[in-house]
């Protein structure tokens, strides 16, 4: 597998970048969409980032449009609306792919190394899917928009939480703080 730090990404703007741009921070990687009903997250993975990137946190955003194609934009038309709908200051990523045949090797990796996701108190957007045969097509796939991923300060994949568990749970906020140390 490799190293976290050493995939390539390249940022909104289209600049490379890598995770390991990030190295020494906790990073709270996220697959963000537009048009989800997840899409009220962008304000707490804001507000999470205010409150804890003095600390040394980095909130990573990877728009996607796996998931009932809610995220159409181009990365200009992204960036856009998260600036002036949410604010969001926090690193976006070009958009790309986080399953199936053309998922991009950094999601690969963080499923390889963190095949279970830590599912939110009553787990109502796993029913809702699985009721609407949207669920993952394997366990270890990406659930829907706002799948989030903890990245240790070292680059190790030390969480990964349902996208319904909201950036200000107190088992989301435990596990960043306990990371940021």
Same mark, same amino acid.
């Given at each position: 597998?490799?190293?976290?730090?050493?995939?390539?990404?390249?940022?909104?703007?289209?600049?490379?970048?890598?995770?390991?741009?990030?190295?020494?921070?906790?990073?709270?990687?996220?697959?963000? @969409?537009?048009?989800?009903?997840?899409?009220?997250?962008?304000? /707490? %993975?804001? &507000?999470?980032? +205010? =409150?804890?990137?003095?600390?040394?946190?980095?909130?990573?955003?990877?728009?996607?449009?796996?998931?009932?194609?809610?995220?159409?934009?181009?990365?200009?038309?992204?960036?856009?609306?998260?600036?002036?709908?949410?604010?969001?200051?926090?690193?976006?990523?070009?958009?790309?792919?986080?399953?199936?045949?053309?998922?991009?090797?950094?999601?690969?990796?963080?499923?390889? @190394?963190?095949?279970?996701?830590?599912?939110?108190?009553?787990? /109502? %957007?796993? &029913?809702?899917? +699985? =009721?609407?045969?949207?669920?993952?097509?394997?366990?270890?796939?990406?659930?829907?928009?706002?799948?989030?991923?903890?990245?240790?300060?070292?680059?190790?994949?030390?969480?990964?939480?349902?996208?319904?568990?909201?950036?200000?749970?107190?088992?989301?906020?435990?596990?960043?703080?306990?990371?940021?140390?």
């Amino acid at each position: 597998m490799a190293n976290i730090n050493d995939i390539a990404v390249d940022t909104i703007d289209g600049s490379s970048s890598s995770l390991g741009d990030y190295a020494g921070s906790v990073r709270l990687v996220v697959n963000v @969409a537009s048009q989800c009903g997840l899409t009220p997250q962008y304000e /707490g %993975l804001e &507000a999470m980032y +205010e =409150k804890y990137r003095g600390q040394g946190l980095q909130v990573l955003g990877f728009p996607a449009n796996n998931f009932g194609a809610q995220e159409p934009g181009s990365n200009d038309e992204i960036q856009e609306f998260c600036t002036a709908k949410f604010g969001v200051q926090f690193p976006m990523f070009s958009k790309i792919s986080v399953k199936g045949d053309d998922q991009h090797p950094l999601y690969a990796a963080l499923i390889d @190394a963190q095949p279970s996701r830590t599912e939110a108190e009553g787990g /109502g %957007l796993r &029913a809702v899917l +699985e =009721k609407n045969n949207l669920g993952p097509d394997n366990e270890t796939d990406v659930m829907w928009n706002f799948e989030k991923f903890l990245v240790s300060r070292d680059g190790d994949v030390i969480g990964r939480f349902a996208p319904d568990m909201a950036p200000d749970d107190p088992v989301l906020v435990s596990a960043v703080e306990a990371a940021l140390g």
